[in-house]
């Protein structure tokens, strides 16, 4: 696989920049120090495997417990004032019930947020060094952990605090018992018959390639109006190739967002050629839509490491798909499934790879005029931010259609 430097943001970029909250308020210095101890003791607790998850790192960002934690590190002077200022969860939309519910933040992702507050200033360049070295050893001691024998104690405490003892028959293994890791339970394998893709026998239908949290946009430029909101996007930045952001430029974006509940392997949402794959480093910021949403912060699909597949799609052998996996906070690696390579075929619904712990996301981009996405995902993606109703997530499933390729001379249903 080839490797390729991360691209920085020079300084003119980032010079206007100052650390504030989202409402505008200044960000003390010290409070940074107070975010990284809270945020190493959240994780050094997540090592006593057989407590809770929801006793330490995914404790919901309403809860009395998380606010004790947040007065050290956050500038507010009531609950009510903190909830007004701090954005605490985010709304998602369920595809097949059409219901839409309120996901609480977790601690762990309110700190991460916090910390890229920190990691966008120009001002202070060594604290944002600090913050990049900060997330990547907890990332790498999160990975640790959970690699560990021992680790196996915390499946069950897992399980039981996201209530997956439903899904436990989906997985190749159904018995927590026999994995050797949590990590290994974490990137758990599921049947391929719990997840069949929709409409097999359209060849130009393309598949949601996760469990996940999806937005849908016709063009990037819709994407950069309702979504991604940080400055520093661009798509030669997210490809690290500036002959790939003209091939991609305006095309179609799904963003599918797998929190740490979500099965958390990623799937191909197209058949197709693999033509290349390119790792490019980076750092290990959240990737919840806060701190996507947020205007004045670093854009973290940029800035986060990635591994950036394209596939010539079977249905159009003269077009290009990228799918872009993107890591996130305390995700420890990112790993493709053996024969996944460049030269290798790849099928609609296949398993491409697995994140290991943490939130993650998978970023599918096709050219101008080569996909036509589903008009639901669409509308709640990119709905007039003041109508509350939508403009969100849309969860959905392996397999699941969420839009349709578009090639001259075929129809488009």
Known sequence: MASQPNDTLDGSMLSSITPATPAGKPLPE????????????????????????????????HHDTAHSLFRSVFPYDSLTNFEAEWHLGNYVIDRATGEKSFEPMSVYVRLGMHLLYYGSVQA???????????????????????????SVAHIQPFIESFELQGSLGEMVEPDPTKYPTFNAFFAREIKTSARPVAEPENALAIS??????????????????????GFGFTMARLLGSETLATTFAQGSMVIARLAPQDYHRWHAPISGHVESITEIPGTY?????????????????????????????TSNPTSLVAIIAVGAMLVGSIKYNPGIAPGSEIQRGQCLGAFYYGGSTVITLFPPGAAVLDEDL????????????????????????VGQAVVQGATVS
């Not at 900060?134 to 990975?143: D, I, P, R, T, Y």
């Not at 949290?213 to 109006?225: E, G, I, Q, S, V």
């Not at 959240?286 to 597949?309: H, K, W, Y």
Request: proline content about 7%.
């Open 285 to 313: 910021y959240t990737v919840n839509p806060q701190a996507i949403n947020e205007a004045g912060t670093l854009d973290v699909f940029c800035e986060n490491r990635r591994s950036v597949m394209l596939v010539r799609p």
């Open 208 to 229: 949601s390639p996760a469990d996940c949290r999806l937005t849908a946009f016709p063009t990037t430029d819709a994407a950069t109006r309702y979504w991604i909101k």
């Open 124 to 150: 202070k360049a060594l604290q944002s060094h600090q913050t990049q070295a900060l997330l990547k050893a907890q990332s790498e001691k999160m990975g640790a952990q959970y690699d560990s024998p021992e």
């Open 378 to 401: 669409v509308a709640n993606s990119t709905v007039d931010e003041a109508d509350t109703a939508k403009n969100c997530e849309t969860y959905v499933k392996v397999g699941w259609r």
């Open 30 to 61: 010290d409070h940074f120090s107070a975010a990284a101890t809270t945020l190493d003791s959240l994780t050094t607790q997540a090592g006593d495997h057989p407590t809770p998850p929801k006793a330490h790192l995914h404790i919901p960002g």
